[in-house]
């Protein structure tokens, strides 16, 4: 069993310190999920974690199973078990996914034949894993897309920033049973970012945690979700776990 801690995260964007001490540990095959209001945080976590440099750690340490991935860079980080979808998954010209793949340390030996496998399995035609990465694909072929690369790279944890963003519902579908099945099949630990309670009918999760100005201030099991949505965020503003 594998371990994903973050501890005493503290990022600073544009000379503003958003995270203040983030904490969250999970476990393989866990499913754990984020929510918040706007400006809590929730991006800044994954944009943080994902290496991006507009994002500046202060404080704090994100391990896998004891290794420091804020010393990594973003390709080393994937290679040592973190796997990250951002909200808007960025064009890339020129690099198709097999390319993609291979940097990250997928194996070449039969690769394209295990892409055009995975791409079945989402639902997702084949001839756009041979255009180069997201360039002029719907937001539902780049969420599909990405399920493709998590289940050849089969990561230890996969990070998912707003996964559900503009999905359809056949779409999200799809996306969330690919998780599911990534939990049982290698033991994925899956930590999902949403605004939405649509994502956790498809994708029950272990553990949820509410983010206020920068920290988890509650977590509790899929029950927390309804109160949520009866009484949304205020309460939980300016607490303290």
């Given at each position: 069993?594998?371990?994903?801690?973050?501890?005493?995260?503290?990022?600073?964007?544009?000379?503003?310190?958003?995270?203040?001490?983030?904490?969250?540990?999970?476990?393989?095959?866990?499913?754990?999920?984020?929510?918040?209001p706007?400006?809590s945080?929730?991006?800044?976590?994954?944009?943080?974690?994902?290496?991006?440099?507009?994002?500046?750690?202060?404080?704090?340490?994100?391990?896998?199973?004891?290794?420091e991935?804020?010393?990594?860079?973003?390709?080393?980080?994937?290679?040592?078990?973190?796997?990250?979808?951002?909200?808007?998954p960025?064009?890339?010209?020129g690099v198709?996914?097999?390319?993609?793949?291979?940097?990250?340390?997928?194996?070449?030996?039969?690769?394209?034949e295990?892409?055009?496998?995975?791409?079945?399995?989402?639902?997702?035609?084949?001839?756009?894993?041979?255009?180069?990465?997201?360039?002029?694909?719907?937001?539902?072929?780049?969420?599909?897309?990405?399920m493709?690369?998590?289940?050849?790279?089969?990561?230890?944890?996969?990070?998912?920033?707003?996964?559900?963003?503009?999905?359809?519902?056949?779409?999200?579908?799809?996306?969330?049973?690919?998780?599911?099945?990534?939990?049982?099949?290698?033991?994925?630990?899956?930590?999902?970012?949403?605004?939405?309670?649509?994502?956790?009918?498809?994708?029950?999760?272990?553990?949820?945690?509410?983010?206020?100005?920068?920290?988890?201030?509650?977590t509790?099991?899929?029950?927390?979700?309804?109160?949520?949505e009866?009484?949304?965020?205020?309460?939980?503003r300016?607490?303290?776990?």
């Amino acid at each position: 069993m594998s371990t994903l801690n973050i501890a005493g995260l503290r990022v600073e964007v544009a000379g503003k310190e958003v995270l203040k001490g983030f904490d969250l540990t999970m476990a393989s095959g866990e499913v754990h999920v984020i929510m918040g209001p706007n400006g809590s945080g929730k991006s800044t976590l994954a944009h943080a974690i994902a290496g991006h440099p507009g994002y500046r750690v202060l404080a704090g340490s994100v391990t896998i199973d004891g290794v420091e991935l804020l010393d990594l860079s973003p390709t080393e980080r994937t290679r040592h078990g973190l796997f990250l979808a951002l909200q808007h998954p960025m064009e890339v010209p020129g690099v198709r996914p097999r390319d993609l793949l291979v940097a990250a340390g997928a194996s070449p030996e039969g690769l394209t034949e295990r892409m055009t496998l995975e791409a079945q399995r989402v639902e997702l035609r084949p001839e756009v894993l041979e255009r180069f990465v997201n360039v002029d694909l719907s937001g539902g072929e780049r969420k599909r897309a990405e399920m493709v690369q998590l289940a050849i790279l089969q990561p230890k944890f996969a990070m998912l920033d707003e996964i559900d963003s503009g999905l359809d519902v056949d779409a999200l579908g799809a996306v969330a049973r690919r998780l599911r099945e990534a939990t049982a099949q290698w033991n994925c630990g899956v930590l999902a970012i949403t605004h939405f309670r649509r994502l956790l009918n498809e994708l029950i999760p272990t553990k949820i945690h509410v983010v206020s100005e920068g920290r988890v201030v509650a977590t509790g099991g899929p029950e927390l979700a309804e109160v949520l949505e009866k009484d949304g965020y205020e309460p939980f503003r300016g607490a303290t776990t």
